[in-house]
């Protein structure tokens, strides 16, 4: 991609394919620093380049909003949630304050209209609703409770936390309709499908006071890595 670059008279489409595609190699790299100068370029490329209604719908310009979003929440995934309760606040707080960036760039990249590129922003923004209930649940007690004070508390999380499992079940319902508005579904939003049944039943559960710990969100089934390969336009 670098070598690309390079070169002075690129055309303007392939400079912002480019871009986006050296953004997605570094954050597979695990070098989100360098993988947010990066998209953030390509953004920045297009907007310089290109009017408001040529952005409308391109692939490259989604995939780097998604991108953008995607280093939020990997970032957000490695955060545990740990003891003493100090900490675990810290933790929590750490984790939320990820969540809500992440939610804000994918829903920048819903707004760039790349339908395949939004639907995958919709899913992972649901995925990590669903990942921050498993957290909270999955949280240590604090060491100080124990026996029957100990359940109640265990019971009180599950309460309180539910609230992110119905607003993962919301998210993926929205990822439905939108594919559905656009009439073109893509896997994503099949596989929000998916989890809205998935979801709906583990929220019964919870309701009917069977606590769970649920499971990761499937994600599309396609034999692509978690970072989800980026085809070129003539695959999609």
């Given amino acids: 991609m670098d070598a690309l670059l390079a070169i002075a008279d690129l055309k303007t489409t392939d400079r912002l394919e480019a871009q986006a595609r050296r953004g997605y190699v570094l954050l597979e790299s695990k070098d989100f620093a360098a993988s947010e ?8 490329f ?6 408001k209604a040529e952005q409308q719908g391109d692939y490259y310009v989604g995939m780097a909003h998604f991108y953008l979003g995607d280093i939020a929440r990997r970032q957000f995934d490695e955060i545990p949630i740990r003891l003493p309760e100090d900490q675990m606040a810290r933790d929590i707080e750490a984790k939320a304050v990820l969540a809500n960036l992440a ?19 919709g899913f992972r923004l649901a995925d990590v609703q669903n990942q921050f209930w498993r957290s909270l649940v999955r949280a240590p007690v604090p060491p100080h409770l124990s026996g029957q004070v100990a359940e109640i508390y265990v019971v009180e999380v599950h ?6 499992l119905l607003k993962a079940l919301d998210t993926h319902g929205k990822n439905v309709k ?3 508005i656009y009439k073109g579904p893509t896997s994503w939003s099949r596989a929000s499908e998916r989890e809205v049944v998935r979801l709906t039943e ?9 606590l769970a710990v649920g499971q990761a969100a499937a994600e599309p089934s396609q034999g692509r890595s ?5 085809p070129g336009r003539i695959e999609l």
């Fill in 37 to 44: 100068v990066a998209l953030n370029e390509a953004i920045a």
């Fill in 178 to 180: 939108l594919a559905t």
């Fill in 226 to 230: 978690s970072g989800e390969y980026v």
């Fill in 202 to 210: 583990l929220i019964g559960r919870e309701q009917a006071g069977e």
């Fill in 159 to 164: 309460k309180q936390s539910l609230v992110f």
């Fill in 103 to 121: 939610s804000d760039r994918f829903g920048d990249t819903v707004g760039t209209g790349n339908i395949y590129w939004a639907t995958a922003a």
């Fill in 46 to 51: 297009a907007n310089q380049s290109r009017s």
